[in-house]
C-alpha cells in the first residue's frame, strides 16, 4: 500500500515539475538534484518489497553528507536515474563503482570474490557487501566498515563459521573468525586495541583476496615471506640465512615458510603457553622422527602435562628464524655453543652433560644399542617377573576360594 | 580361657608399623606421580598432571618420597641392626637365620609345596616368613638400589655427568623407569593379592597396621611358627588379650582400602595403556 501512496505522490509531484519546467524553463536540459531524489528517499519510511522482504528505501541525508561521496550526487552512482529523468525504473540495476573506481574493479573483478560474483554465486560480496551503500566512510573513521578494528566483522559476516556462506562453499580453513580472535593479532586488535596489528585484509589484501592456492595470492606459501614481512621487519633476513631457506638448501622437499610453524589465523605469541605446546607437533610435520622420539625424552613426556611449557621445546635449543645445521659454527647446538644452549635451563651444564641424547629411542638398535639391550634385559626382568607370579596368583585363587569356603562351613 | 575368648599374638611392632606406613604413603605418592609422566600421552596422566597442579608439582611430590624412601630404607637397617644385637648371634648368624629373611632352601621347598597345595596337596607347614614375603622385602632392597641410584642420577644430571657420560642418563632412565614399572606393577597386583585380596584375606589383612594376629589365624597360617613358640615355650608369654582398638580396626580398613583402591586403579590405567600400545604395534 505504502508503494502505491509513493506513487500517487510521486506522480503528483511529478506532474507540477514537468508543468513548471514547461512553463518556466523550455528547452533547457533538465538536472536531478539530491533534493529531488530526497523528495521521496528522504521519507525514513519509505519501503519495497523484495523476495518476501520489507526493504527500507530511506537515504538519511545527514549520514550520506559525513561520507566520502557526500560531494558527489545521488545520480552520479545511480547513472540510470538520470537518464530516465523524474520517473526512474523499478528495480533499479546495481551500482557500478568501477565506473570511477576502475583499477579496483579490475583488481576484484580476478579476485576470488569476483571470480565467483562472475560464475553468479548469489553469496559473493560486490563493493557494498563490505563498504556499505550510503554509509562508506574513509577506512580511518572509526565508523567505517573498513576500519581495522571492524574489518574482522566485516569479513567475518561471511566468513564466520556456520554462516550460509560457509555451509554451503567447500572451505580449507575453518573457524578463522573464532582462531583470529583468539590470535596475537585478534587479542592486540580487540584486547589491546592496537589498529596496526594485522587484520584480515592485512595479509589476504582488500581487493585482491584469493585462494592460497593462486601463485600471485598474498598468502600463497612462495609469498607469504613477504606478506608477513609487511609488519614483522627483519625477520626474513635471518630467516634466509637458515638451514629452512631455500636459498641455504637445496632440496625438493617443501621448505617451512612463516605459517608452518607459526599457524595462520590462530598464531599466537611465541612465548605463549599455547604456542609452545604447539611447538613439537609443527616441527614434527616435517621431521616426524624427531618429534617422536623428543616425545619419549622427559622434555617430551614432561610437555604433555600440565605446565609442560616449562620445558625445553625444539626452538630452545635449536633457535628458530636463524636455525643452523648443527656444523656451523653459529648453530646454537654446534659442539662450541651447546654448553651455553643447555644452561640456559641447566646452568650447572657441562660438556659431558650434554651428551644426554634428546632424541634417543630404544627403537632404534643401529643408532642407540644401549638403549636398547637395555630396555629389552628389562622387559624381560619384568616379563618373567610377572609371568612366575602371575601364574602363581591364577593357581592360587581357586584354591583361595575353597579354602575360604571351607572357614564358612566351620564357622557354621 | 572360654572359647569365646580371642586370644592374640603381636606380629608386627609399632616400629616396624610405622616403617610400612611410610612406604605406603611415599611408595603409592611415587607410583602415581611417576607413572603420570611416563604415560603422560594417556588422559588418565593429564588429569592426574591437572589435579596435582602442573608437573613440576608432580616432581616436587616425587623427590620429596623419594626422600622418605632413603629415610625409611635408613629406618630398616636400625630395625635390622636392633634385631641382631637382639638375638645375640653373629652376623653370619642372624642373616641367615633359619626362620630369617633371607631365602634359603625350605622356602624352595615350600615353594614347591605351595604348588602341591594349589593342585591339592597338604598346605605347607609355613613359618613365621613365607617365600613371599621374603621377596616382597628383598624386592624393597633391590628395587631401592636401583631405583633408588638411578633416580639420583635423573635428580641432579649436572653433578651425575661430570663423572659418567650424558647419555647414562638416558639409559638411567630407562632403567628408573621399567623398574618402578616392575616395582607398582607387582606391588599392586601380587602383593596386593598374596597379602589382601586373595579369598581368604579379601578385602583386606589388618595385620600390618593394628600389629596383632589371633591365635587361631596365626595356628592355621603359619604352623610351623606355632609350633616354634609351644616348643620354646614362650606362646603363654606372647599371648594377649587385648584385641587392636575399635579405632585402629576401623582406620586400617579405611586407609588400607582407600591405598590397595588407588594402587588397583592406577594398575588397570598402566595394564590399559599397555595393551593399547601393544595393540598399536609399539
Known amino acids: ?412 | 580361657m572360654t572359647k569365646t575368648q580371642t586370644m592374640y599374638v603381636e606380629r608386627f611392632s609399632v616400629f616396624q608399623r610405622f616403617i610400612h606406613l611410610l612406604i605406603i604413603i611415599s611408595f603409592l605418592t611415587l607410583a602415581v606421580t611417576g607413572m603420570a609422566l611416563k604415560f603422560a600421552m594417556e588422559g588418565w596422566a593429564a588429569q592426574i598432571a591437572e589435579l596435582a597442579g602442573g608437573f613440576a608439582v608432580l616432581g616436587a611430590l616425587h623427590r620429596f618420597c623419594a626422600v622418605i624412601t632413603f629415610f625409611y630404607f635408613f629406618l630398616t637397617m636400625i630395625l635390622l641392626y636392633t634385631s641382631w644385637k637382639e638375638s645375640g648371634k653373629s652376623l653370619l648368624g642372624f642373616v641367615f637365620d633359619p626362620e630369617g629373611l633371607v631365602p634359603n632352601l625350605t622356602d624352595l621347598k615350600e615353594m614347591i609345596g605351595t604348588f602341591r597345595w594349589f593342585f591339592g596337596g597338604k598346605r605347607p607347614y609355613y613359618g613365621h616368613w613365607i617365600y613371599w614375603e621374603k621377596f616382597d622385602f628383598m624386592a624393597v632392597f633391590w628395587g631401592i638400589a636401583v631405583i633408588g641410584s638411578s633416580g639420583l642420577a635423573l635428580w641432579f644430571p649436572e653433578q651425575f655427568s661430570r663423572h659418567f657420560p650424558g647419555y647414562f642418563l638416558n639409559i638411567a632412565t630407562i632403567i628408573h623407569s621399567d623398574e618402578a614399572l616392575l616395582a607398582a606393577g607387582f606391588i599392586f597386583t601380587i602383593h596386593f593379592y598374596n597379602t589382601h585380596l586373595r579369598p581368604e584375606k579379601f578385602p583386606l589383612d589388618p595385620v600390618i597396621f593394628v600389629g596383632k594376629i589371633s591365635l587361631d589365624e596365626l595356628k592355621h597360617e603359619r604352623p610351623r611358627e606355632y609350633d616354634q613358640m609351644v616348643a620354646a615355650g614362650e606362646l603363654e608369654k606372647n599371648l594377649s588379650r587385648r584385641a587392636p582398638t575399635a579405632w585402629l580396626q576401623r582406620m586400617a580398613t579405611v586407609f588400607g582400602i582407600f591405598v590397595v583402591t588407588t594402587g588397583s586403579l592406577l594398575v588397570v590405567a598402566i595394564i590399559v595403556t599397555m595393551f593399547k600400545y601393544i595393540q598399536a604395534g609399539h
Open chain 1, 1 to 412: 500500500m505504502r508503494h502505491k501512496d509513493t506513487l500517487l505522490s510521486r506522480a503528483g509531484t511529478s506532474f507540477c515539475l514537468l508543468l513548471m519546467a514547461a512553463v518556466w524553463m523550455p528547452g533547457i536540459a533538465f538536472g536531478l538534484t539530491n533534493d529531488d531524489c530526497l523528495g521521496c528517499h528522504g521519507d525514513s519510511t519509505m519501503t519495497t518489497q523484495k523476495d518476501g522482504k520489507t526493504i527500507s528505501l530511506f537515504v538519511d541525508e545527514n549520514t550520506f553528507k559525513e561520507t566520502v561521496h557526500a560531494a558527489n550526487g545521488c545520480v552520479s552512482c545511480h547513472v540510470e536515474a538520470e537518464v530516465a529523468g523524474d520517473e526512474h525504473p523499478f528495480p533499479m540495476t546495481p551500482v557500478d563503482c568501477a565506473g570511477c573506481h576502475d583499477a579496483i574493479g579490475d583488481t576484484y573483478g580476478k579476485s576470488a570474490h569476483g571470480l565467483a560474483k562472475g560464475k553468479g554465486d548469489a553469496l559473493a560480496p560486490s563493493c557494498q557487501d563490505c563498504h556499505s551503500k550510503h554509509d562508506i566512510l574513509k577506512p580511518s573513521n572509526p565508523r567505517a566498515t573498513t576500519y581495522p578494528l571492524n574489518i574482522p566483522y566485516t569479513c567475518g559476516r561471511c566468513h564466520q563459521e556456520g554462516s550460509s556462506m560457509t555451509t554451503t562453499h567447500e572451505l580449507n580453513k575453518h573457524n578463522i573468525t573464532k582462531n583470529y580472535s583468539m590470535s596475537v593479532h585478534g587479542k592486540g586488535l580487540f584486547e589491546s586495541g592496537l589498529i596496526v596489528t594485522a587484520v584480515c585484509s592485512s595479509c589476504h589484501t582488500a581487493h585482491d583476496v584469493q585462494k592460497a592456492s593462486v601463485p600471485t595470492s598474498s598468502v600463497n606459501r612462495d609469498n607469504i615471506i613477504q606478506t608477513c614481512n609487511q609488519c614483522h621487519v627483519g625477520i626474513v633476513d635471518k630467516f634466509k640465512t637458515s638451514v629452512h631457506s631455500p636459498l641455504v638448501t637445496k632440496t625438493n622437499k617443501k621448505l617451512p615458510v612463516c605459517i608452518d610453524c607459526h599457524t595462520d589465523h590462530s598464531v599466537s605469541q611465541v612465548h605463549d603457553k599455547d604456542f609452545r605446546l604447539i611447538i613439537a607437533k609443527q616441527c614434527g610435520n616435517c621431521h616426524e622422527h624427531q618429534s617422536e622420539t623428543y616425545l619419549e625424552t622427559y622434555h617430551g613426556r614432561a610437555s604433555m602435562l600440565k605446565g609442560g611449557e616449562r620445558t625445553a621445546k625444539c626452538s630452545d635449543c635449536h633457535g628458530s628464524h636463524n636455525i643452523m645445521p648443527s656444523q656451523d659454527p653459529a648453530s646454537t647446538i654446534n659442539a662450541a655453543n651447546i654448553v651455553k644452549t643447555c644452561s640456559a635451563c641447566h646452568p650447572k651444564a657441562n660438556q659431558s652433560f650434554t651428551t644426554y641424547l634428546t632424541h634417543a629411542t630404544h627403537q632404534d638398535k643401529e643408532h642407540y644399542p644401549y638403549l636398547f639391550y637395555t630396555f629389552w634385559a628389562m622387559t624381560g626382568l619384568l616379563v618373567g617377573t610377572f609371568s612366575f607370579f602371575g601364574l602363581h596368583t591364577l593357581l592360587w585363587v581357586p584354591r583361595s576360594i575353597i579354602e575360604r569356603l571351607k572357614a564358612i562351613n566351620k564357622g557354621q
